[in-house]
């Protein structure tokens, strides 16, 4: 098993940006797909963004070129960098391990108009 915590997101003006974090109580990014979800009020958790064992990444559609997800494999954390916020892009975030499914346990990110 595997513990994620999170830290990061709070309140941001539009055009700003954040960074979140998601530290694995153990190294599993050697075999694990890692991703970044985000679920908005009154709608369905949805993918941001995803990397891959072999570093590879995918993004949504919505967040491509604003977005960047990365990982640093001696402290075992990922990244969320998100850069040109938007309002609609308020939700909270939720961080994934692939291989055991365990969730982080969410962080709010709100961006005013």
């Known amino acids: 098993q595997v513990q994620l915590v999170q830290s990061g997101g709070g309140l941001v003006q539009a055009g700003g940006s954040l960074r979140l974090s998601c530290k694995a109580s153990?190294?599993?990014?050697?075999?694990?797909?890692m991703g970044w979800y985000r679920q908005a009020a009154g709608k369905e958790r949805e993918v941001v963004a995803t990397?891959?064992?072999?570093?590879?990444?995918n993004y949504a559609d919505s967040v491509k070129g604003r977005f960047t997800i990365s990982r640093d494999n001696v402290q075992n954390t990922m990244y969320l960098q998100m850069n040109s916020l938007k309002p609609e892009d308020t939700a909270v975030y939720y961080c994934?391990?692939?291989?055991?499914?365990?969730w982080g346990q969410g962080t709010q990110v709100t961006v005013a108009s």
């Open positions: 153990r190294s599993i990014f050697s075999y694990s797909t």
């Open positions: 994934n391990d692939r291989w055991f499914d365990t």
């Open positions: 990397i891959g064992p072999d570093g590879s990444t």
